[in-house]
């Protein structure tokens, strides 16, 4: 069901007794979520995930020396003295191409033809490429001098074996993919994704892709939150939507999971009962928290669980999913705690009004390069959040902003 | 094989008779890459993809007038003069939980219990909060005023019948995938993906996952490749390495796809197969490009395919990837043309050399707030990418910069 911003007055709990602040639910939070256990996935399906553990490079990379142009392998003592005035004679005794094994040690005043990258033949130590040859049937003639190793990649030139190529915690980008793959490595320890699970309740809610008819709406919270899990690196696990039933509900919050996300029933009302089953079950450790909207949002624990207990309103659902439940998702999963939106310091087209002693989270729209406020209250609005460029964080302290105050906005498209 | 940055001397090709801009290729490229035509994806599977119409609402959200707070669904009229002081009784007739209706009228003199989300039953237009009330057996006294609409939510607060909720071109984000729930949608029409064919060359390559042996290396590029085109928003194709035959690269090249990527033989040797192929069988718009690394970059067309030709070198791949294919890609697949990387302004450390008339792609590392180029050259030391945060370019009119000049990171950890 929809949680109630107030408490019906016939209840035997009136309201918050008092809220926490963002600030303590997230110290709260922050020694709940350490990384999950590693495990092991293969390289082609890796990138985005964090390393749990530093990959050190058990080969040298190029495990030859190599050609850097294309040319020939010469010993570099044979060309001393070459220039075009002074011609040098070379004889050509082969050619080697990339993947490829020369199967003879070049000897003083031979010559062996490479390609880029083809591995230098023994006996060579420099390679005179092409343009500084002149070329007549088999006899080579070298028109310019080398010193020893040039145009020569030496071994272990990208990567020498035994130093550590990539850091436990890394979360791996495309070219770490690509440097893995040159190592030799098949399967990479990562840290596990974290299974969320989604307690949608609400006997009013059909299931997404339904037709609204009579009394009844869709759930858009748990298709919202299922995206916002895989955003976060979590998978979510949604099997159905919930009764508003105490036994129903406690079922689903005992399944399987790592994470458990109660949308509805969140705050103090007769029929907001997750939160008393959360208390009685496990660790209720903050219920209602200083912030505009999600104030009715609660956090604890179910035996190795970690729960959410989010409002129904769409959108405080979204700004309590962004405050604590994403967060939690990403320390779980080895990500960094922050917000993964882009962020914009830009000036306030007007004024945007808050209140001390909570926290606002305020969606904007970006106008000719200034932040325009839409709206601060109106939770049940999800298409605020559409139309919405992004959200602005008052401050508790705050009593808001004036017009062409310099904010941050979080820009929702990532 | 691994491209030549220079060009054999005996071979008819004398290096790149002159190279194109980067801002000539975009201009190419930037002409080719229309949105691809819609397919329809179930909403569940559409988070991120990117619209390929406007979706307006068939419906208003809410379909009906909504209790805004837990209490009595009253007449306003009934509550007038009502205080603590004037308290005045009404009747309860019954209670409505959201997702229920009540099948009465609220007569006057009339309460009807509604829980927050619950359809405003007929005949009241106010809801008095169940703390405006004390409650004696089945007698209730208004203890406030109310004026009509007073805790109500009108039907179309959120959406109104027939307006546009989300526009054509717009990656859909999860509270977009939550409204579009909220008004009945099960499926969307999205740009389709473009499929990206991976064409990589190389007969001294062996597929990523195995141990390199002898004189042959592992591909780094394919996994990298992938895993950049998925970033993308593209599906990469990648059935195996191809030969430097060129009859295995042109079959290969000429297989299904909406975007070629050829890697290895991108430049002007006797063994670079690949431009030759694409100027016989289709267009060779773009060969040889004034940056660095990368120079030996090759697009152009075969048939309806967009085809990049990549230099095999992995920084250069990499390079020239972000500059021309990854551009392709989100194009055809409706995303913006920019980076998707965050961008950090910072200063210099040190001085950052480079060449008038060439654009340079610097690795950079930040240390201290400050940039540290890490190379500009090595285009074989793909750890150089790993080791890096990011990249600085340096334009094609600039000398290089001064230490402590601010500068423009592209941050490669997204």
Not at 60 to 76: E, I, K, L, Q, W
Not at 104 to 110: D, F, L, S, Y
Not at 363 to 379: N, Y
């Amino acid at each position: 069901m929809r949680s109630s911003q107030n408490s019906p007055a016939d209840v035997r709990m009136k309201g918050f007794a008092s809220r926490q602040t963002v600030e303590q639910a997230w110290a709260w939070l922050d020694e709940q979520a350490a990384p999950l256990a590693s495990e092991s996935v293969p390289l082609a399906a890796a990138a985005g995930r964090v390393l749990s553990e530093p990959i050190a490079s058990p080969i040298d990379v190029p495990r030859f020396a190599r050609a850097m142009m294309d040319g020939y392998a010469v010993r570099a003592i044979d060309t001393s003295g070459a220039s075009p005035y002074n011609r040098l004679p070379l004889n050509i005794i082969g050619g080697v191409l990339p993947g490829e094994t020369f199967d003879r040690t070049v000897q003083a005043g031979e010559a062996c033809r490479v390609m880029t990258g083809a591995p230098l033949p023994a006996g060579a130590d420099a390679v005179l490429p092409f343009e500084r040859t002149e070329c007549e049937a088999e006899r080579l003639w070298a028109l310019a001098e080398l010193s020893p190793g040039k145009h020569v990649g030496p071994r272990g030139e990208d990567i020498v074996a035994g130093t550590t190529l990539l850091e436990s915690g890394r979360r791996l980008r495309p070219q770490d993919i690509g440097a893995l793959a040159s190592i030799g490595v098949a399967e990479v320890a990562v840290v596990r994704r974290p299974r969320v699970r989604l307690v949608i309740t609400g006997n009013e809610l059909l299931p997404a892709g339904s037709q609204p008819t009579g009394p009844k709406i869709v759930d858009a919270n748990g298709p919202m939150l299922s995206a916002l899990v895989r955003r976060d690196g979590g998978e979510p696990i949604y099997p159905h939507i919930v009764r508003d039933d105490p036994s129903e509900i406690l079922e689903a919050m005992q399944d399987e999971a790592d994470v458990i996300l109660v949308s509805g029933g969140s705050s103090v009302g007769q029929e907001d009962y997750a939160p008393m089953l959360l208390a009685e079950h496990g660790e209720l450790a903050i219920h209602g928290v200083a912030m505009r909207p999600s104030s009715p949002t609660g956090m604890g624990r179910l035996g190795k669980r970690l729960v959410f207990l989010l409002p129904g309103n769409p959108v405080s659902c979204l700004c309590a999913y962004d405050f604590f439940a994403g967060r939690a998702i990403r320390a779980l999963g080895g990500r960094p705690l922050t917000w993964p939106y882009r962020v914009a310091r830009l000036p306030l087209a007007r004024k945007l009004v808050s209140t001390v002693g909570r926290v606002d989270y305020a969606r904007v729209r970006i106008v000719g390069g200034r932040v325009e406020p839409l709206a601060i209250s109106g939770a049940s609005i999800l298409s605020s959040t559409t139309r919405a460029d992004g959200f602005v964080i008052v401050p508790a302290d705050s009593e808001g902003l004036p017009p062409a105050a310099e904010v941050e906005v979080y820009l929702y498209d990532e």
